[in-house]
């Protein structure tokens, strides 16, 4: 294997990297969010326009993806990152104290803060997946894919019980010292395993980017006519629409799915919580069937990346539609269907990744944190929206329809439908590698084969 591409080594310090990213976000849009909610009995749309806010500023990602490749490395955009998000938390944290005390001049740092959390998360985790789909080989997309998400939640899981522990009993100085300290611990960790992981590429990795004329006019271009050309990719539209769709689908579903099962089916408060553990376990076995079913000693005999995104969506459609049957009938199976639909998300999500990383290239060397950006953004603006979108159009049908039931069978129809949809834009897109022909400049238009829907 050439000697600058990732081994399970490097994957794993990419998987650390992940994990100290979604540690401070956990405890800025969780943590924060309950001691707004109790502890200064603040409303609880404030926390959730700041998140959906640190969303909105991730619109950003394409920008940034460009920033990396006109530098041609990932490195400081990924520690940078972590940095700008680091500081984002500290603030946060400082910033809901403030808000005891001045809540106007509190929430205004508050959201000065979380657009310091939107711009790092996209700095670090855009440039991250660049580098992946530049470094990872083919076959171990899949399983690096899942390796890394897989490492997220636990950094998800361990912080969150860790700083639990830390502030409770509460105090606004035990809250400011552990998010500080949180923050220091996860730029250092990010900084150790940054360390000499993006070695210059060996000589055939660079092939295609070896035309003097081709690397010239990438360097020339500014981000507006970077972005038109990736936009111009009939493969990078497809897949924005089918990342938009599936995540807003997968999103929007979220927050309706406790009170579902508490308002229908009587379930307690804590039973919910199990429900929702019993969904992402389905999650977690759908990731891992994929990174088996991706991995070289199973070679493709289990189906290719892109059958299991269609197919992850087309199962998730159904298992969505099966809700619409629990909102229907008390009798449906409703565990069952929440472990079913927790595997076709997992299944579908992690293709994804591993299609995403595939994709990046194919249009051409050079572009590859740009076209990440464009797919992050989307990914970005459905999780925010969708969230508003579900609990929006459970309010609506309520309204509208005036019975809990058929309220809530309507809301999994229209989401069902919007997997479905995913599943169709899916099928769009190639399943094998493109075949490309070598770069180079023709007057002036650089010549890229293989693009297709």
Request: aromatic share 10%; glycine share 12%.
């Amino acid at each position: 294997m050439n000697a600058s591409l990732f081994g399970w080594f490097q994957i794993i310090r990419l998987g650390l990297i992940q994990a100290c990213l979604g540690a401070v976000v956990v405890v800025t849009t969780s943590t924060l969010n309950r001691i707004m909610v109790v502890e200064l009995a603040l409303p609880a749309l404030l926390p959730g326009f700041l998140v959906a806010w640190h969303y909105a500023v991730q619109m950003v990602r394409p920008r940034m993806g460009f920033g990396a490749d006109k530098g041609q490395r990932s490195t400081p955009w990924m520690m940078g990152g972590m940095l700008v998000l680091g500081l984002g938390g500290v603030m946060a944290a400082w910033a809901t104290v403030w808000m005891a005390e001045e809540p106007f001049y509190g929430a205004l740092m508050a959201w000065f803060s979380f657009s310091l959390i939107g711009l790092g998360v996209s700095a670090c985790g855009t440039s991250l997946l660049t580098l992946m789909a530049k470094r990872v080989p083919e076959e171990r997309r899949a399983p690096a894919a899942t390796t890394v998400w897989l490492m997220m939640i636990v950094g998800f899981a361990v912080t969150a019980g860790v700083v639990g522990k830390l502030i409770d009993p509460y105090s606004p100085q035990i809250l400011l010292q552990v998010s500080a300290g949180l923050s220091g611990v996860t730029a250092l960790i990010t900084a150790l395993c940054l360390w000499g992981l993006e070695k210059p590429m060996d000589a055939a990795v660079e092939q295609l980017t070896s035309d003097s004329l081709a690397k010239a006019r990438l360097q020339k271009q500014n981000f507006k006519e970077a972005f038109k050309e990736v936009w111009s990719e009939p493969a990078a539209r497809t897949f924005t629409v089918f990342v938009f769709m599936s995540m807003l689908a997968y999103s929007a579903q979220d927050l309706i799915l406790e009170p579902f099962a508490g308002a229908v089916h009587g379930f307690t408060p804590g039973q919910t919580t199990q429900l929702s553990g019993w969904h992402h376990m389905g999650v977690l076995v759908g990731m891992l069937a994929v990174a088996g079913a991706g991995s070289r000693w199973v070679a493709g005999r289990l189906g290719s990346v892109q059958s299991w995104m269609v197919g992850g969506c087309l199962f998730s459609a159904l298992a969505t539609f099966g809700l619409v049957s629990s909102a229907l009938s008390a009798e449906w199976p409703l565990k069952a269907n929440v472990v079913f639909l927790g595997v076709a998300n997992g299944a579908f999500s992690i293709a994804a990744i591993a299609t995403m990383m595939r994709l990046a290239g194919e249009g051409g060397a050079g572009r590859e944190g740009t076209r990440m950006g464009l797919w992050g953004a989307a990914q970005a603006a459905a999780f925010g929206l969708g969230g508003l979108l579900g609990t929006a159009a459970s309010d609506l049908a309520h309204a509208l329809l005036g019975e809990q039931r058929t309220a809530y069978a309507a809301v999994f129809g229209m989401q069902a439908l919007m997997f479905a949809v995913s599943a169709a834009v899916a099928v769009r897109l190639r399943a094998g590698p493109t075949q490309r022909q070598s770069l180079r400049f023709d007057g002036p238009v650089l010549l890229k084969g293989g693009s297709s829907s």
